[in-house]
């Protein structure tokens, strides 16, 4: 094993000496946090999402022997329909095996324009879908485009935490727009206008939300869209990845159906929650004209194109029977009304009914806990997986959120196993100190 030592002149070369091969190794596989090699500052700041560290140690806690309920990951707990899988399979023994268009395959990206007309009666054109792996990967995308030293961005408190990650690794300014309860968990229109500064290059929108299941109303939208008129050099990225998950006639009101933000709007949608496809690896987005090569070109440095069969199942999801979401939303519905029932029960504990999405987000102040200890704590010595409301912002404390993805049985015995916790220990000892 050899390394380079020494230059000399305007001709460089290297003098190289024999090292202990096993200094060498022990060297590479330190465990010491990687203190040789420097990377950019981005990898300092970056983030992640707790509910993948919850599902972790849910699964540890499992594997000893421990009964544990999970209503901390948030993806749904049926199987993606049958009739999809069936379509990957048969693209694999069709031989669907190799590289298809960065872009997706074109019958694909054309299902997926002629979807979003049948829902919004929108034209989306087939050439600005772009076929990604997984709703994430747009706003990866999307932030990189335009978050850098100096940019702001703005996007929602409490919120998806990858938002606030994702800006953090680009070195912009993160700006939380409060989400609050006291608004349905709804964005207000004017207090996001009233965040925006000349520095604003993006603005980050998500309903149905995560993680408090909050559906922004029309007139709300209508009032953001219009006030935007005034800052047209900034960007939309609606996150719309629940607009199928809605519940007592709400209506899903797309930012693709205003004409006159077009041109700056990215959408981020997906297969993930609706067709219950969170493993597959799966979304798409509708870029405008200038920045959709963008995104392509970023495609092809990234991951050259989603996995091939992968992308019949998606085809197959939007062009074939859609029975399975009806059935599914069904059973949300009913699991939401009894996990809201449950969690009002609770002395110190109340919840709005949400409106969208799969979660609730109990407001827990009133209990006397942390938030973040009580996730744990109910974890730990409950075996009841939540995630803590500061996971998803700094406005999350004093809330804790649930996502109901799992057996009314299930969520019948997690909250009780919730009441007799708090019944058991009314205070956190961190109040106390
Ligand atoms: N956007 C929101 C608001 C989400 O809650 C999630 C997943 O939880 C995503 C995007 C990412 O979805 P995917 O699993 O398809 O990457």
């Not at 003098?15 to 190794?25: K, N, T, V």
């Not at 965040?195 to 922004?216: F, Q």
């Not at 005034?230 to 990225?237: G, K, S, V, W």
């Not at 859609?322 to 029960?345: C, G, H, P, W, Y």
């Amino acid at each position: 094993m050899f390394i380079g030592t020494g230059q000399s002149g305007t001709c460089r070369y290297y003098r190289w000496r024999i090292l202990d091969r096993q200094a060498i190794i022990s060297g590479i596989l330190s465990d010491d946090g990687g203190k040789m090699l420097r990377t950019i500052a981005g990898f300092d700041r970056i983030g992640e999402e707790n509910a993948f560290a919850v599902l972790a140690r849910a699964g540890v806690l499992a594997s000893e022997g421990k009964s544990i309920i999970n209503l901390g990951i948030g993806q749904p707990d049926f199987p993606t329909p049958p009739n999809i899988v069936e379509a990957a399979v048969k693209a694999l023994h069709d031989g669907q095996h190799g590289y298809t268009p960065a872009t997706g395959i074109p019958p694909l990206r054309e299902a997926v324009a002629a979807d979003l007309h049948r829902r919004f009666a929108v034209d989306v054109s087939p050439e600005r879908v772009l076929i990604v792996p997984g709703g994430k990967v747009t706003m990866f995308v999307a932030i990189l485009m335009f978050g850098e030293p100096g940019a702001d961005i703005l996007y929602p408190d409490p919120g998806f935490p990858i938002y606030r990650s994702m800006i953090e690794f680009t070195g912009a300014r993160p700006i939380p727009v409060p989400i609050r309860e006291n608004n349905g968990f709804a964005f207000s229109a004017e207090e996001s206008l009233s965040l925006v500064t000349p520095d604003t290059r993006l603005i980050i929108l998500n309903s149905p939300a995560n993680p408090c299941g909050g559906v922004t109303p029309r007139a709300e939208i209508e009032k953001l869209v219009e006030g935007l008129a005034d800052f047209p050099d900034i960007a939309i990225l609606s996150d719309e990845i629940y607009d199928q998950m809605l519940y007592d006639g709400q209506e899903h009101v797309s930012l693709l159906t205003f004409p006159e933000i077009r041109d700056r709007l990215i959408l981020l949608n997906g297969w993930s929650k609706t067709y219950a496809m969170t493993g597959w690896r799966l979304g798409y987005s509708i870029w405008p004209d200038g920045l959709f090569e963008k995104a392509r070109k970023l495609a092809v440095n990234a991951w050259s194109c989603v996995n091939a069969p992968a992308q019949f199942a998606a085809l197959e999801a939007l062009t074939g029977p859609q029975d399975a979401v009806a059935a599914m939303m069904s059973e949300f519905d009913t699991r939401r009304k009894l996990v809201v029932d449950l969690l009002n029960d609770i002395p110190g504990v109340s919840c709005i009914t949400p409106k969208g999405a799969f979660y609730a987000f109990p407001n827990v102040s009133a209990t006397g806990h942390k938030a973040k200890a009580l996730a744990s704590e109910l974890l730990e010595g409950k075996g009841v997986a939540t995630i803590g409301g500061p996971d998803f912002g700094i406005l999350g404390e004093g809330y804790i959120r649930l996502s109901y993805a799992n057996s009314q049985d299930n969520i019948c015995e997690a909250l009780t196993r919730m009441r007799s916790f708090l019944a058991e220990k009314p205070d956190d000892d961190s109040l106390a100190g």
